[in-house]
């Protein structure tokens, strides 16, 4: 079997289902075929109808805030700590890498830790948003300007992340990058696996990069996962 010095991991929602979180783009359960993106998922809908933009976002954000790590997310902490995984570049915004022990994280859509004003900028834990929405108010408002707060993830219509460029530039060394429960629709993300040497896909569905991936293993990532870390003599 073939060694690589340079493992790195592109997550998608697809890790995250078997936690009990729904993805966008499963042909049954996902997201999309319940909501339209452009109406809950874009700056421009925050800015234009903030109340209908946090009523339909609340109730997802608070599932991932209690949402716990599954098989998947710790087996990929665990083979970071062997060494065997560099780093993970997660378009999720669930923080379960890290709540697993994952250490090396590029967030290239943001997280649900802090918010910022929109007005002036100021930074806030996402606890101060939530509890204003939870208090009675129908949008959160920054404690020093009045102006709408948002969370710090990317909506469509912003500008990337920095640890998108940094993820970019990191991929740039992979010998081998595993691509997790992405359907690699969402663009500029969905370019990231060409530029690691090889790639290995593991999602229940067929993605757009398929056809170029070494080996397509089309099954549940909290079973593959299992299954390896128990070959390789690791309980996680
Ligand atoms: P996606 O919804 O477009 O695709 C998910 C893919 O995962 C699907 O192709 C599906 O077949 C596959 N999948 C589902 N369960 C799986 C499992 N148990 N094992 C293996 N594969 C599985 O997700 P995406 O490509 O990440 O892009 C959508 C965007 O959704 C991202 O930008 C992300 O920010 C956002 N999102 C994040 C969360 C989260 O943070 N958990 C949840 C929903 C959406």
Known sequence: MQHYN???????????????????????????NQMDPMNV?????????????????????????????????????????????RGIVTQNIDGLHQKAGSVKVWEVHGHLRTCSCLGCG????????????????????CAKCNQLLRPDVILFGDQMSLDFFRARDALKRAELLVVVGSSLQVYPAAELPGLAQKI??????????DDQAHLVIRRSAGEVFRELITAMGYTV
């Not at 290995?200 to 990069?209: F, H, R």
């Open 41 to 85: 998922s874009s700056l421009y809908a925050l800015q234009r109808e903030p109340t209908i933009f946090y009523q339909a976002n609340v109730k997802h954000w608070l599932t991932y805030y209690s949402a716990e790590p599954n098989d998947a997310h710790k087996a990929l902490a665990l083979l970071e700590k062997k060494g065997h995984v």
């Open 122 to 141: 100021k930074r806030y834990s996402f606890y101060q948003l939530i509890h204003q929405l939870e208090t009675g108010r129908y949008v959160p408002l």
């Open 200 to 209: 290995v896909i593991i999602n229940l569905e067929p993605t757009p990069w």
């Open 6 to 32: 340079s493992v790195f991991v592109l997550t998608g929602a697809g890790i995250s289902t078997e936690s009990g979180i729904p993805d966008y783009r499963s042909a049954q359960t996902g997201l999309w």
